[in-house]
């Protein structure tokens, strides 16, 4: 039946909401699918399907935190690559060929490097591993761990390690989702990662639960608990109904970012086949950190005209 939140909700629901992400540029997300999905024939196909049809492709980003865990012993080891590569034979029946499973979410310490031999089996097999992190990840799992969702402040990322180890950084918590403001998606998750040399970009998350209509609920939950302290504003970048998803000004921002990125992808390319001195000049000039993006995505047409 159909229902309001992030919980259990219909086929209908799930694919209006997957379509909407599709439609503004969002063709693959990470899914937080846990293993009680994942691992389940009958589920893990179901999901696949709707997931399809609303037109994600290519590679499978598996967002449940624990699809992997931390088994140590051989026996323990050997059946979780069996869970893999039979996950990978299900997601490419359904057109997805690589499949990235996702570790301990934002884990530190010793928590973090007990899972290195789990990571180990799963790239044995031919999976790749996804989890979110912190600027020492690099030094104490870089080695094993194929896409870092960085958590950090994006001045402190250095992307160059991570793809000298042949891995990749996306970004993280910059901010989280919940503010309707398209011009903090927009300016934080486009072009300005792109300069900084991020591969990719994930926030947290596309419906939180119900409570997303009021922003007053975390608070209110607060007050009620008798707890002080930061409150986070509701985290959605879509509002959850009965038959789909509304759309917020944030989920346009972040349209708008990946756009930015495309156009600046396919002058970039231009700019190799056909160098072009006057172009390279203008390019070499752009502060990004304070240029109007909807006037640089303007001149970034035109660019793009006259080299061509």
Known sequence: RPSIGNGVRSRAQVLAEFRTLVDNGVRNPTLIWFPSVVYDDGLFRQYLDVAREAGFRDALYLGGSGLIGNPTNAADLAALQRRVVHAKEVAREFGFGEVYFY??????G??????IPAWKAVREVGGKVIVSGYSRHFKQV?????????????GSAVPSDWHSVGGRLWKYNTPQSGPEDPGIFRRNYGLDLWRRGFDGANTYCNIGNSACWNDLNGYLVRKRSGRSGMTYRS???????????????????????????????LFRRLLRERPNAAAQKWLDAVDFTTVPLGKLRRELVDWILRVR
Do not use: H, N
């Open 142 to 154: 870089g080695k094993w761990l194929d896409i870092c969702v960085y958590a950090d402040d994006p």
């Open 110 to 115: 010793e928590r973090l490097l007990s899972q």
């Open 103 to 108: 570790g301990f979410d934002e884990a530190r």
């Open 235 to 265: 985290l959605c970048m879509v509002y959850p109904t009965t038959d789909g998803v509304i759309e917020t000004l944030a989920l346009t921002g972040l349209d708008s970012a990946i756009k930015d990125v495309r156009y600046m992808s």
